[in-house]
């Protein structure tokens, strides 16, 4: 009888739960493209709507734009909508930062509680901690970061506008252009989408692992190791792949994933006690099943269960979608297997 060790079947649900979280982190990244996208076409018509309403007969001038003040309205508009667009970004973040937090929280608590004895108890940190700790209301930093990205922005397309942006194109090359502008840093010059994209990916993965150091902390009796592991897919670079397997200190480790914003998406894997090991300090017929496992030669980390009728057999993966039914709002009790 062959029967999945804690190892093989941890690596499994880790996967599952990567893949989890990255479609999360998709969904949450494809929002609020999106919405930007809908604010440049809105940054495009605005700047339309007010030359024409300016220059309804005769061909426009930047001279003349500026005695009528048509630029300066344009930015006053561009304005309205780029702050709409901070808050609205602002509160998207807050709300997927927290489902980030809270979806790795209980995914983490699942693979726990899945890969020991159903004996073991499971400790979910305080939800209303998570809340308060890592959710702020008020700034933070990745709040100022997107709020001085889209001033520079808004600097840029005024630049555009009476510059060479307007020179020599049509009116709606000239808006095309004008809102396309860049976000100027000293590093470079970056696509305003391409900024946002990697600051809520990192804010979202931080939030994460920022989760899986609460479930280390509020069950250190029972997890015993932190491991670094990759996706062992096509996109792991050659510095995460030499770390596989790795064990780590914890979270000020300086090889504690993520060691660079993707394509990789490497991870800390949470080991727990073995499961015999489990089984020894748990019930008396945890006990004698220890026994019988190691007279079999199933000890230590055969991932073995009794059947109603005493027989032994290989656990049954309760999936995430099961547990999380039953366990799915985490309140600071605790969160047993099964
Ligand atoms: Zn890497």
């Known amino acids: 009888m062959k029967i999945k060790t804690q190892g093989e079947v941890l690596a499994k649900l880790e996967l599952e739960t990567r893949k989890a979280m990255r479609d999360h982190e998709d969904r949450s990244v494809l929002t609020l493209i999106r919405a930007w996208r809908a604010v440049q076409v809105q940054m495009r018509s605005i700047i339309l709507s007010e030359y ?16 009528k003040g048509t630029l300066i309205r344009i930015d006053h508009r561009i304005t309205q909508a780029l702050n709409i667009f901070f808050t609205f970004t602002h509160n998207h973040l807050l709300k997927v930062l927290l489902e980030s937090h809270q979806q790795e929280t209980l995914r983490a608590l699942w693979m726990l509680a899945v890969t020991t004895p159903k004996s073991t108890v499971i400790k979910a940190p305080n939800g209303n901690a998570i809340r308060e700790a890592d959710v702020p209301e008020d700034a933070t930093p990745w709040a100022l970061r997107l709020s001085t990205w889209l001033g520079l ?77 990759t ?3 096509d996109k792991v670079c050659p510095e995460c792949e030499a770390l596989e397997g790795a064990e780590l200190s ?51 980390t055969a991932m073995a269960v009794r059947d109603s009728e005493g027989k032994i057999e290989g656990s049954v993966i309760v999936s995430f979608e099961d547990w999380s039914s039953k366990y799915g709002p985490v309140v600071g009790s605790a969160a047993n297997a099964r």
Request: net charge negative; aromatic share 8%; hydrophobic share 40%.
């Open 52 to 67: 024409m309403s300016d220059f309804p007969q005769k061909d426009w001038t930047l001279f003349e734009a500026k005695r």
């Open 250 to 300: 914890g979270p000020n480790d300086e090889n504690y994933p993520p060691i660079h914003l993707g394509p990789c998406r490497c991870f800390v894997s949470q080991v727990p006690m073995e499961w015999a090991e489990l089984l020894r300090s748990g019930t008396p017929e945890d006990q004698q099943f220890v026994k019988d496992l190691e007279e079999l030669g199933m000890a230590p």
């Open 153 to 229: 922005l808004r600097n840029q397309i005024n630049i555009n506008l009476t510059s060479q942006a307007l020179a020599g194109n049509t009116l709606q090359e000239a808006a095309a252009e004008a809102t396309d502008a860049k976000v100027k840093l000293p590093q470079g010059n970056f696509d305003f989408d391409g900024l946002l994209e990697r600051m809520s990916r990192y804010e979202m993965i931080s939030a994460q692992a920022s989760a899986r150091g609460d479930v280390s902390d509020a069950n250190d009796d029972i997890i015993t190791r932190e491991v670094f592991m």
């Open 231 to 233: 996706l062992a897919d």
